[in-house]
């Protein structure tokens, strides 16, 4: 209970910045709405299913990234200027972040719900779908993002953060598969530990 606490006041601070004069607050509203989003659906599902202590740490880190991009604009972060710089880049990177990140944490929740459901119990299988569940998100919210432009016009440039690049789309997929994948790689065995304790 303490440590949901901590995420709260966490969650709530870095909104608070983020809302501070955000760069386009047009931006804001799109990129943190799922952050907020999240933390009702989390909210109302707290007894009935509550995560395991992994997934609400990466379900913070997933709602940080989406803050930070919201104030700056995923295309202005400025320690991804700085970075791009060192790197001889002209692009800033902070959007990449966001969809390994989109990717990275939807496959721990996919997984969690899979497993608690036993709706698949190989393992194989469950990892494939996983990964096509999130790669499924992905492509949903550049279909999103693509409305949002036909709605708004030049008003969803900085949502976009596309900064000129042909493939921007394609590589944001690929970004959130590749966080898909790692999630399993890395985070199975310890997920695996806390469901245990969860039950």
């Given amino acids: 209970m303490r440590n949901k606490i901590i995420y709260l006041v966490i969650f709530f601070a870095v909104l608070i910045w ?28 707290k007894k009935s299913f509550p995560l395991t202590p992994l997934l609400y740490i990466l379900i913070l880190i997933h709602c940080i990234i ?14 991804f200027d700085t970075l791009a710089e060192w790197f001889g880049s002209t692009r800033n990177n ?58 708004s016009g030049e008003d969803a440039e900085a949502f976009l953060g596309t900064q000129g690049y042909v493939w921007d789309t394609q590589s944001d997929m690929f970004y959130a598969t590749i966080g898909a994948i790692c999630a ?16």
Avoid at 69 to 79: I, K, Q, R, S
Wanted: with cysteine; net charge neutral; aromatic share 12%.
């Fill in 184 to 199: 399993l790689i890395f985070l199975s065995k310890t997920h695996n530990r806390q469901l245990a304790n969860l039950e």
């Fill in 94 to 151: 902070y959007d990449k972040v966001g969809h390994f990140a989109q990717g990275f944490v939807p496959a721990m929740i996919a997984r969690e719900i899979l497993i608690r459901k036993k709706v698949i119990n190989f393992s194989s299988w469950r990892n494939l779908i996983i990964v096509c569940i999130a790669m499924a998100i992905s492509v949903s919210y550049e279909f999103i993002e693509w409305g949002v432009a036909l709605l």
């Fill in 18 to 45: 983020s809302g501070i004069q955000p760069h386009d607050s047009f931006t804001w509203i799109l990129e943190v709405a799922p952050a907020i989003i999240g933390l009702v659906i989390l909210f109302f599902t």
């Fill in 66 to 79: 989406l803050m930070v991009g919201g104030h700056y604009t995923y295309a202005e972060v400025p320690l």
